[in-house]
């Protein structure tokens, strides 16, 4: 973890290298470690590569349930992933599936904490400077997506991961969408955790220009953060 007083290098883009779209590889390139997650999207293991023993991050689509086959917000988030290259934006390395194709998983990056996972330990306090070195990597990730027209839209604790060198990166893209300002797209609003959605999706704005829609991540994200580390 990050020590008192000091603030993680700015990471530089992601390498791209080892990211194949073609033709997914097998599931088996991966020896799963153990279960670190699950939720709603699916469930998410820790896994090492049988080819450099680097640790990923395996999340499993969860596709029971699906009438069209593949989940919309699944097929989002791999090709907003796909076309964002940043130190403070989760990296998805590649796609791979079960032997018989019934699976799908997605291989990220291995991160160490989510920022609720730290903050719900005993007796964990973050210190002013650890506050602000977080802070920054979060309001640069986000300035990052909105340069290239991405809204995350769901900023919480649980999507914002942490590794042990304190490098913040923002991860959970499902319910992210590519939207430039001077398009009047309608968009749902049901996004954002319920306790931190602004009171212009509670009435129900659906439009970018009326809802202000990058203030959902520039304004209410720190918000969250902020309540988080109080």
Partial sequence: MLRSGDCADSPGPNPRNAMQYKTARSVDAYEKIEQVGEGTYGEVFMARSRDDSSL?????????GEKEGFPITAIREIKILKSLN?????????????????????????????????????????????????????????????????????????????????????ADFGLARSCALENAKTLTNRVITLWYRPPELLLGATKVRDARFPNLDTVYGPCVTSTSFI
Avoid: W
């Avoid at 990923?56 to 029971?64: G, H």
């Fill in 86 to 170: 940043h130190g403070n934006v989760i990296d998805m390395k590649e796609i791979v599936t079960s032997k018989n194709k019934s699976s799908i998983y997605m291989v990220f990056e291995y991160m160490d904490h989510d920022l609720t996972g730290l903050l719900e330990r005993p007796g964990m306090k973050f210190s002013i400077p650890q506050i602000k070195c977080y802070m920054h990597q979060l309001l640069t990730g986000l300035n990052y997506c909105h340069l290239n027209n991405i809204l995350h839209r769901d900023i919480k604790g649980a999507n914002l991961l942490i590794n042990n060198e304190g490098v913040l990166k923002l």
């Fill in 56 to 64: 990923v991050a395996l999340k499993k689509v969860k596709l029971e």
